[in-house]
Nanobody, 124 residues
Framework: QVQLVESGGGLVQAGGSLRLSCAAS????????MGWFRQAPGKERDFVAA????????YYADSVKGRFTISRDNAKNTVYLQMNSPKPEDTAVYYC?????????????????WGQGTQVTVSS
């Protein structure tokens, strides 16, 4: 089992930058495929980005491609989401998730463990 704790959320101006972190404890995070999802008020939780165990493969939602970057440091058991040029529509609670095995990386049902979420608010 692994526990996930997100941090780094807050208020950011549109066009600025913000970096989210997800610290994993328990089993070594390098055993897990990792993802970021987000949920805006009144909406379903959506896929944002995912990264393979080694970090060699990264996947992004079209809405964030070219602006957000997912990365991981397995030595620190931490996954990051660098948010550049955020937009007001990126405002949401951001969740980190871990999966033992994934066939469809953008489906939340594929992930076994979830963090509690961190709020990101982008002002215009």
């Amino acid at each position: 089992q692994v526990q996930l704790v997100e941090s780094g959320g807050g208020l950011v101006q549109a066009g600025g930058s913000l970096r989210l972190s997800c610290a994993a404890s328990g089993r070594t995070s390098s055993n897990y495929f990792m993802g970021w999802f987000r949920q805006a008020p009144g909406k379903e939780r959506d896929f944002v980005a995912a990264i393979s165990r080694s970090g060699s493969n990264r996947y992004y939602a079209d809405s964030v491609k070219g602006r957000f970057t997912i990365s991981r440091d397995n030595a620190k058991n931490t996954v990051y989401l660098q948010m550049n040029s955020p937009k007001p529509e990126d405002t949401a609670v951001y969740y980190c998730a871990a999966a033992l095995s994934v066939t469809i990386f953008d489906r939340e049902g594929q992930y076994n463990y979830w963090g509690q979420g961190t709020q990101v608010t982008v002002s215009s």
